[in-house]
């Protein structure tokens, strides 16, 4: 059984008995009608309308030219049809209403089958709009989405970066960023093969998504490395953060086809505000190289930019960020 909604039409009229038959005729062939006799009702009916289909639409209304209300149309319904019906019939009253913005132009008196034969093909060019934007934002989500995970991927993380950087940077926010890497992550693939590689990948994403509140964000940002970007979390509370990851990990048992297998990480965490870190490159460079230095001393540690504070002293003395796992 279809749900989906019956087509919808807006039908701007003021001659009462043209309204009727109209209305009449299109509900009976399974249109969803609203009407208006005004220009001002047809406004009311268009700021209150998420999605208006089709618009018949009278040229000569009690207060002023159906044509002008084409702009108004076009700007909060973009992809409705637009079909002019109305007694104005010479060619330049036409050609006036189609560079108004209109799409089909039926002048009185009309054939009532003809007619409903073009809004027919109307609608059918509305409803390929309709699936020209949904496969086009499908698309955009799928560019976005990291196909071996389903986090976000590098290209979705680099326009969150930049717009959530200039964010706390504007209103003197914190903002800390994250960066996991596994360690020896080629072992298990020289030793297991790439399927088993690609499923610890798999199991360490979904303990970084089940690990992160909603405001997070997650990404896989390389092919072993991901990066998660903490609003409104100072550097303690993302060192909290970095340690829960990193233990949770470590304590965890990712199954694959070809073996069960016991990971760690190495993390990397920056923060701003900081004084040295003005663009979200140097941010990013600042948690790359903290991620660098847990490498280098060891794997299985966190690291962060600002290395006065002992990390084991930090996570001693500060409160445990609340976190659902």
């Known amino acids: 059984m279809d749900d989906s909604p019956n087509p919808s039409i807006l039908l701007v009229e003021d001659d009462a008995n ?36 089709l618009v018949i639409l009278d040229r000569r209304l009690p207060d002023g030219d159906g044509a002008s209300l084409c702009p108004v149309i076009r700007a909060t319904q973009p992809h409705s049809y637009i079909l002019m019906l109305t007694g104005e019939s010479t060619p330049e009253a036409k050609i006036e209403g189609f560079e108004s913005g209109v799409d089909d132009y039926v002048t009185k008196p009309f054939e009532i089958d003809e007619l409903l034969a073009r809004i027919r093909a109307g609608m059918r060019i509305v409803e390929l709009q309709k699936e020209l934007l949904a496969s086009s934002r499908r698309y955009e989500a799928l560019s976005l989405t990291d196909s071996l995970t389903s986090l976000r991927n590098r290209r979705a993380f680099d ?46 994403a979904q303990i970084l998504d089940h690990g992160t509140r909603r405001s997070d964000f997650v990404a896989r940002i390389g092919g072993e490395e991901f990066a998660v970007l903490l609003p409104e979390t100072s550097l303690f509370e993302a060192l909290h953060f970095a340690e829960k990851i990193r233990a949770t990990i470590m304590n965890s048992t990712i199954r694959t ?20 870190v003005t663009t979200p490159q140097s941010l990013f460079d600042a948690a790359d190289q903290a991620l660098y230095r847990a490498k280098a001393r060891g794997r299985n540690r966190i690291e962060s930019e600002r290395r006065k504070v002992p990390i084991r002293e930090a996570l001693g003395d500060v409160s445990r960020r609340q976190l659902t796992m």
């Open 257 to 276: 086809a070809a073996a069960t297998h016991q990971v760690t990480v190495s993390i990397g965490v920056a923060n701003v505000p900081h004084s040295a």
């Open 159 to 204: 326009q969150e970066f930049a717009s959530r950087f200039e964010q706390a940077r504007r209103y003197a926010r914190p903002l800390s960023l994250v960066i996991v890497d596994l360690d020896y992550f080629k072992s298990i693939n020289d030793q297991f093969g790439h399927s088993a590689g690609d499923g610890v990948l798999r199991g360490v």
């Open 18 to 53: 043209v309204l009727t038959l109209l209305r009449t005729c299109l509900e009976r062939n399974g249109y969803e009608v609203s009407t208006a006799g005004t220009l001002a009702e047809a406004r009311r009916r268009l700021e209150r309308s998420d999605d208006c289909g």
